[in-house]
């Protein structure tokens, strides 16, 4: 079945450091890929997304591509702030029809002053 | 504005009570879903619906149940047959028009067992 594995946290950063967090995801067919964030008490919000290979999805100074040959879509950002701070969840979609988002377990990040 | 409406934000459970967690949608979304969050396990997905009076079982279904009489509303009982009921809900939607993406979550209920 399809299923994604993100690495664990927590991740913790110094304010202007390189971020990365790996994602790599099983899936039959194409599917579209996607990283949330989850802000303390708050519900999800869609930060990018990329919806076939070598696509880039950006946002807020976040980015990944999607890698049909590694069967990855690593979140990197290169300079965090503090209010990057949340926990970050990878997840796919199948084109199949009738199928939900699946997720990863998501990885906290902690990123301090 | 359109959004996703989760009510109440906390709820507390007496063991062995059943407890019904409210989502409304005013975005004319086809398909609700329902997440159950747990520390270190991610989201797990409870039931969905794609259309109105029709549901189906995610993966962890067992002690759950869901209508959707509406198009607008998709509530999800906790029964008291599930073991382990404290965890952070969220409600998700989603326009099948605009193909594999369009989902909009809920901020969430937190319900605890007491």
């Known amino acids: 079945g399809n299923s994604v594995t993100q690495m664990e946290g927590p991740v913790t950063l110094s304010e202007e450091a390189f971020l990365t967090i790996n994602c790599t995801y099983t899936?039959?067919?194409?599917?579209?890929l996607f990283w949330y964030v989850q802000y303390p008490g708050e519900g999800l919000q869609l930060l990018l997304k990329?919806?076939?290979?070598?696509d880039k999805g950006s946002n807020k100074g976040f980015e990944a591509t999607y890698r049909k040959e590694t069967t990855s879509f690593h979140l990197e950002k290169g300079s965090v702030q503090v209010s990057d701070s949340a926990v970050y969840f990878c997840?796919?979609?199948?084109?199949?029809?009738?199928?939900?988002?699946?997720f990863g377990k998501g990885t906290t990040l902690s990123v301090s002053s | 504005d359109g959004g996703i409406t989760q009510s109440p934000k906390y709820l507390f459970r007496k063991e062995g009570q059943n407890v019904t967690l409210s989502c409304e949608q005013n975005?004319?979304?086809?398909?609700m879903y329902w997440y159950r969050q747990d520390p270190g396990q991610g989201l797990r997905l409870i039931y969905y619906?794609?259309?109105?009076?029709?549901?189906q079982k995610g993966d962890i279904a067992e002690g759950y149940s869901v209508s959707r009489e509406k198009k607008e509303s998709f509530p999800l009982t906790v029964t008291s047959a599930q073991k382990n009921p404290t965890a952070f809900y969220l409600c998700?939607?989603?326009?099948?028009?605009?193909?594999?993406?369009?989902?909009?979550f809920g901020s969430g209920t937190r319900l605890t067992v007491v």
């Open positions: 998700a939607s989603r326009d099948l028009d605009r193909g594999l993406y369009g989902y909009t």
């Open positions: 899936a039959t067919g194409y599917p579209s």
């Open positions: 990329a919806t076939k290979a070598d």
């Open positions: 997840a796919l979609i199948s084109n199949q029809a009738g199928t939900a988002l699946i």
């Open positions: 975005l004319n979304h086809d398909a």
């Open positions: 619906s794609q259309i109105v009076n029709d549901f």
